[in-house]
């Protein structure tokens, strides 16, 4: 992983960043995550289109450290429209369901400083103080009755700051999408 403004690439940092984006933890952990927003979620569930719903949530950030750090999210989801999908040549009505996840402050602010707290490169300059942000944004379609997904797609993107001029940051942007 080469950093702006680094001489030459960290491979060791690669290697634990391959080691832990390819770790059971962590894909045992997006399966989880997939499986709640597409069906547990809506288990029982009355929801009206249109209407925004408040939740809250915890993702596993893809970060390379072990264990993994879990982050507390408040999200809203909504049934945007209904729309014609299919399954087996049968027309069906589905559901578009989107989620947008957002950090808690407090969470956040102790994740930033767990994780980049000491970071070497941080806090050389007055004013240097880690940032990060993070957003999860989803979309489910699926049929109400049964929920079984159509399709599926997440993008979580994540943003640190380790300077306050922007030249030191890192960026991570998990994007996937599965249709069934």
């Known amino acids: 992983l080469g950093r702006l403004n680094a001489a030459k690439s960290d491979p060791e ?16 952990g997006r399966v989880a995550e997939d499986w709640h927003r597409m069906v547990s ?22 970060i390379p450290r072990s ?16 729309e ?13 369901l989107q989620m947008h996840l957002k950090p808690d402050d407090a969470d956040l602010k102790r994740i930033t400083q767990e994780v980049y707290g ?5 806090g050389k300059d007055p004013g240097d103080v880690p940032t990060m942000e993070v957003t999860v944004d989803a979309e489910v379609v699926t049929e109400p ?15 640190v700051n ?12 998990d ?3 599965a249709t069934f």
């Not at 080691?19 to 962590?26: D, K, N, V, W």
């Not at 009755?145 to 943003?159: E, N, V, W």
């Not at 380790?162 to 942007?173: I, P, R, V, Y």
């Open 118 to 122: 000491n970071t070497p490169t941080a």
């Open 13 to 28: 940092n690669f290697e634990r960043f391959v080691e832990t984006g390819t770790s059971r933890e962590l894909l045992e």
């Open 175 to 177: 994007q996937r999408e």
């Open 162 to 173: 380790l300077s306050a001029d922007g030249k030191n940051s890192q960026h991570t942007l």
């Open 145 to 159: 009755d049964g929920l079984l997904p159509h399709r599926y797609a997440i993008t979580k993107k994540i943003t």
């Open 41 to 62: 979620r809506w288990i029982g569930k009355r929801v009206a289109v249109g209407k925004e719903y408040p939740f809250d949530d915890v993702v596993l950030l893809p």
């Open 84 to 96: 014609a999908c299919d399954r087996s040549g049968a027309a069906q009505t589905c559901a578009v």
């Open 67 to 82: 264990p993994l750090p879990k982050l507390a999210m408040h999200g809203t989801y909504s049934v945007s429209r209904l």
